[in-house]
């Protein structure tokens, strides 16, 4: 059984129109996407801003209602579970967020920040709970006195492993990262990444890893599923992604990633211009009339496309 399932999710928004002020329901944001993460896998979700990334996050952590579908964690469908049942099942969902800046608290310090889970679901006592606390700080590379500091006065490397220290405090299952080191300079980023590869490793964690960069998702993960306009565009291994891809629009995007070899930069152009051409004559293969993307299609057992 998959840890994660999504099913036909579709996560809709409202807003207020015409001169009556009625309540119109937008174009869906996340669009009938289903996906499946198994244990111990880390799934990249990539796509580029504004196609529904993180509203799929936040729709699994239960921050955004879904208009349709259902999300499964271990076989049980969240949104028809108790809340206290469900309050108990998110402990083994947590998430890291893009910016470390704002999503720690500035007036508590490193150590409320890190206890703050702990105390929502586990009776410590203030000696049990220092000692984890301590336990988290040194095992994601910061020092132990660092817990009576406050988040300003560490980098954003660091305030990332505070963000990521917290959500482990738990011992989650599922891990959701949404372009976790975005906010970065791209100096930090790939000491970032590493560490979280071998956290992942070592809890055996699996992730839902979400970026907007090919690149790094190549570095971090086993599967990737290509998001477009809300739904899957296509979805496969590594391999099937970088070495076979079927979409144009995967194609697209790849087209799109710097080329480092400066030899190789005049070819990796041509192509690019190449591919876009080719987009927009083949339009009508990769959508319906409406432009909504059509269903994915088996390939192989591993790789899924949108082709007609
Ligand atoms: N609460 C909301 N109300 C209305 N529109 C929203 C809301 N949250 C997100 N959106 C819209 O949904 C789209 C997808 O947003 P998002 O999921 O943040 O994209 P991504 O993370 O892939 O960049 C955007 O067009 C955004 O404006
Ligand atoms: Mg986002």
């Known amino acids: ?39 111990g896998e880390m799934y990249g979700l990539v796509g580029e801003s504004g196609c529904g990334k993180s ?30 049942s469900r309050k108990l099942r998110m402990k083994e969902i947590q998430m890291i967020f893009q910016d470390p800046y704002s999503s720690l608290n500035p007036r508590k310090n490193v150590w409320n920040i890190i206890a703050e889970p702990l105390r929502n679901f586990e009776r410590l006592t203030r000696a049990e709970e220092l000692k984890k606390v301590q336990e988290l700080v040194e ?10 500091q406050y988040p300003h006065q560490f980098s954003g490397g660091q305030r990332q492993r505070i963000g990521i220290a917290r959500a482990l405090a738990l011992r989650p299952q599922l891990l959701i990262a949404d372009e976790p080191v975005s906010a970065l300079d791209v100096s930090v980023q790939a000491q970032v990444l590493n560490f979280m590869k071998e956290i992942q490793e070592e809890f055996d964690l699996t992730m839902l890893f979400i ?18 306009k809300g739904r899957l565009v296509e979805e496969g291994t590594i391999q099937d992604i970088y070495e076979r ?56 057992d591993t790789h899924w496309a949108a082709l007609k």
Do not use: W
């Not at 015409?18 to 198994?38: A, F, I, N």
């Not at 970026?211 to 993960?221: P, T, Y």
């Not at 710097?258 to 051409?277: A, C, G, Y």
């Open 1 to 39: 059984m998959p840890l994660l399932q999504l099913r036909d999710v579709t996560v809709q928004f409202t807003k207020t129109a015409g001169c009556l002020r009625r309540t119109m329901p937008t174009p869906p944001v996340v669009d009938q996407l289903s996906l499946q993460l198994h244990q």
């Open 139 to 148: 095992r994601v590379g910061l020092n132990a006195e660092s817990i009576y």
């Open 211 to 228: 970026s907007h960069d090919l690149g790094i998702v190549r570095h971090m993960c086993d599967r990737i599923g290509i998001m477009y």
């Open 245 to 300: 891809p079927s979409h144009l629009y995967t194609k697209r995007l790849l087209a799109a990633m710097p080329e480092m070899n400066p030899e190789k930069r005049l070819e990796k152009m041509k192509q690019r211009f190449r591919i876009n051409e080719e987009y927009e004559l083949a339009n009508e293969q990769f959508f319906d009339s409406s432009g909504r993307v059509v269903e994915m299609r088996k390939i192989t």
């Open 55 to 84: 509203t799929t996050a936040r729709a699994i952590m239960g921050l955004n209602q879904l208009a349709k579908g259902q999300i499964l964690f271990q076989g049980d469908d969240l949104s028809k579970m108790h809340r206290s």
